[in-house]
Every structure is written in structure tokens, then in C-alpha cells.
């Protein structure tokens, strides 16, 4: 990377992070470099979260959730004389099913520190306009010393941010400044990698993210789901990576791999997300995980039609069938029991890419295969986009072949590799009773 371009993607970094436009980030950090002397404030951003918070200069960044998940959000502090003086951690979550989530939040901070000489102040209050819970900690053992807390609900997540310093005269002022500087606002459309707090994703995942990016910066060539599915074919555990080597999708074949050249040139945070990565990192994936986003719920992303990132056309170009990708990857999740994702037991469609799914005691069918099976009731021609198919093979031993909602053995419908069936008189009730 030459110094130019590295100069580039400094001023681009100022801009994001401080909403200049590029012509002023360029002249102010040309200024600052003439003059070392300007005090500067730093605006970190996190842009998935739609979370940003002013810090004097001199504090630094500590670590970051990209790289594992005991870390915080975001986390700095300021040192002096290789002391810590004070830090700034924000911890984020999902929001679960909490009548009063912020609340709840602050009396489990407290219990996590049940000491006798520990005491909370509580006051309702505003952060970036938005209504909170301060909490402040008084240790009867060390006076001298503070610890603030603020919990708010924002962007469907939990937001705990806290404030510790050893020297409360030196720190707390600053500490004002910084929790009125906080400004909370919709999740941003385009980043830098070092702008996503990534909190929902498992290290694995993670990793797909960074190693996808280092794919995109190391061709020259913006980061999309394209770099995301060659980092997935490099992975050597999990079930995507299992999925596509059975599928013998390989690094050769998809001609996007690393070139493991030296890569200490490149800026990791700094490598820009555009918008659709950022939709499809920050808005489509997360929406087949219950709670932790996997690297198979990367591929779903990556497979999903309404992916804005692209990466199903290269899968496509290879001729593998995306379908058999998905039927695959649904029926080693199935297989490994794990119950973050629904598929229609069907069509293999997982219930984020459908309007609807019915349930029953042995399966999931969806609103597009019920429709199907209601057109084959009416005597119509099969949907040539659809698995659906009358059932005409009979009893089959050891297996369960009847419909998985009634009972019934007779007028049954199925789709490859037909081991659920489903009714006509069943499929039209459901579908007369689905919301369309």
C-alpha cells in the first residue's frame, strides 16, 4: 500500500468519524501534522450501533469486540506514568423479552458486585436524548475511587456503559463532557471495519469478517459477500465450512483467496465496509441467529436472495445449485441439533426468507409451499419454481408416512427427499388461515 493510499484512507477514516467532508479531514490533518502542539478530540464512532461518544486525545483504545467475546464494545482509557488513570467501556447485547431492560441491567451490575461496602445511587436521566439509568458506586473502602454506570435500550440492543477513575477530582468532569457528547442515531449505511462492535458474532464468525476484508484489501477491490464466502472456503471447522467442502467448493475454484503476501501494511480498521456489506453484516445475518451469529448463518446470508452484497451469483457460477447448498446446510444444522435457525422442512427456505412458517410436531412447511400444495389440490400445473410434488409411492417402511399435522394417509404431498408429507385437506386450511 503506498503511502498515498494509506494517507487516503486516514483522511476517509477522519471524515467518517467526524462527519468533515473530505476536503476538510484532508486539511486538518495535514494542519495537526505541521503542528503537534493542536489539541485534538477524537469522535469514536460504532456504527452498527448508531453509538458515538467525544474523547480527549490523550485516551486510547484498550481492545475490541472484533476480537473476542469477553471484550467490550469499545473501551479506552487514559494512563499517566504507566498508570491507569481512567476508562471509558460500553457493552452491548440484543434485547430479550425484559419489561425494563435498562433497569433490570443495572440491579445485575449490582449483584455481579455484592459487597457489603458497596453502595448505588440510581437517577433516572437522558443520554443522547434518550432515556436512562445512571447509576453511581460508593466504596466505603476506597473513597478516592469512582465508578459511574449509564443503561439505556437503543437499536433493539442494551447499551451498559461505564466510567471508572482512580482520581474522581481529575476524572469526573471529563466524565460530563464525554456522557454529554454522546449521541445515539440510526446504525450507519457505510463504515470503517474498526466502526462495527460485531457483539452478536461468535470468534469464528469473526474471523470470516476480517479474513474476508484482508481477501478485499489485498486485490484492491471493495469488500462484499464475494470475500466473505472465500473466507468461509478457507475455514477448517464449523458447519458452513463442512457444507462447502462436501459441496467441494474450494479456494481454487472460487479464485478468491489470500495471496499471503506480507499484510503489515494494511490498516484493518480502516478498510472501508460500503453499504450493502454493511446491510448484509449488520442487518440480514443477524436475522437467522437467535442470539450468536455463527458462520453458518454467514452463509445463509450469503445464499439469501435479498443478500445487497452479492456472492450467490459466484456460488451459482460455479454450478453448484444454491438449493442443494441450502438443503445441505439445513440438514447438518439439523444434525447438529442446533435450534437458532428454522427451515421449511420442505423447500429448505429458512423462516427469515418466507412470509410465514406452520409448525407442527415433526416439521416447518412455509407459506410458498402450502400455496404450492393448494394449486395441485385445484387440479393446477405444478409451480416450476417449487419441490412440491403429489406423493404417489405408498407406505414406506420405517418411515412415517403420513401427514405431519393430521394424520392422514391419504391425498399426501412431499418434496425431494420425501420424508415429510403434508395433506391437501391440511395444506388448504393452513393456507386459508396464513396472512398473505
Known sequence: MTVDKHFKRLVRA????????????RWRLRREAADPSISKTQRIKLADLGFSVALPDPWHRVTHSMWGTNYPALHYEVTKDDSRLADLELNSQRLGSVRD???????????????????????????????????????????????????????????????????????????????????????????????LSMTDYAPASIECVLVGALIAAQNDEDFSGRHLLAALVRGDSGVAASVLKTLDVTPERLGRESRGADDSDIAFLEIPVPAATFALLTQLIPGYAQETVRTHHVLLGILSPRNPAGGLELVEGLGVDAIQMRTALADRIAYENDASCVFCSFCRKPALDVAHMTPNRFSEICNECTAACVTLVLGRRRLPDSPM????????????????????EKDLYTAPPQTRFICGACAVRIDETTPH
Do not use: W
Not at 455484592?114 to 436512562?132: I, M, Q, W
Not at 440492543?157 to 482520581?167: G, V
Not at 403429489?390 to 407406505?395: A, C, D, L, N, Q
Open 14 to 25: 477522519r471524515a467518517a468519524r467526524t462527519g468533515e467532508s473530505y476536503t476538510a479531514a
Open 101 to 195: 431492560p435498562a433497569r433490570a441491567a443495572a440491579e445485575a451490575v449490582e449483584r455481579q458486585r455484592s459487597d457489603p461496602s458497596v453502595r448505588f445511587e440510581y437517577t433516572d436521566t437522558k443520554l443522547g436524548g434518550k432515556p436512562a439509568i445512571r447509576f453511581d458506586r460508593s466504596d466505603t473502602r476506597q473513597p478516592q475511587a469512582s465508578e459511574r454506570h449509564y443503561c439505556l435500550k437503543h437499536n433493539d440492543h442494551l447499551l451498559i456503559l461505564r466510567f471508572t477513575a482512580a482520581d474522581p477530582t481529575v476524572c469526573d468532569p471529563g466524565f460530563d463532557q464525554m456522557a454529554a457528547s454522546i449521541e445515539l442515531g440510526d446504525p450507519g449505511q457505510e463504515c470503517l471495519l474498526g466502526e
Open 389 to 408: 410434488d403429489r406423493y404417489t409411492g405408498g407406505k414406506r417402511a420405517g418411515l412415517f408416512t403420513a401427514c405431519g399435522f393430521c394424520g392422514s
